[in-house]
Nanobody, 125 residues
Framework: VQLQAFGGGLVQAGGSLRLSCEAS????????MGWFRQAPGKVREFVAA????????YYSDSVKGRFTISRDNARNTVYLQMNSLKPEDTAVYFC???????????????????WGQGTLVTVSS
């Protein structure tokens, strides 16, 4: 299984970006997908996830209402639409795959078995 994330870049505060993550290998539709981020000097933190089981969406409080996760099973791709970006959103964003589906599991990085390489998002003030 390989996950490839792309779509990061430099954007001004208030702007938008859409990240994509393409999966190859495995059966994409039977796995939940999540996004995490890691800012310099900080631990990796949960951003958003979409359960494969009932398609529930989960978000961290810091991005709720601004970010939207979606998936296209036909394209084996998960997206993260990021609007109203803030400088504190600056980080490397990682996509990941999980066999779990509950909120408590999907917010934990240890519940993910495959990770993409990360894509850098920089938000200037």
């Amino acid at each position: 299984v390989q996950l490839q994330a792309f779509g990061g870049g430099l954007v001004q505060a208030g702007g938008s970006l859409r990240l994509s993550c393409e999966a190859s290998g495995g059966t994409f539709r039977v796995y939940s997908m999540g996004w995490f981020r890691q800012a310099p000097g900080k631990v990796r933190e949960f951003v958003a996830a979409k359960s494969y089981r009932d398609r529930s969406e989960y978000y961290s409080d810091s991005v709720k209402g601004r970010f939207t996760i979606s998936r296209d099973n036909a394209r084996n791709t998960v997206y993260l639409q990021m609007n109203s970006l803030k400088p504190e959103d600056t980080a490397v964003y990682f996509c990941a795959r999980s066999g779990y589906y509950t909120h408590s599991d999907l917010t934990s990085p240890v519940k993910y078995d495959y990770w993409g390489q990360g894509t850098l998002v920089t938000v200037s003030s």
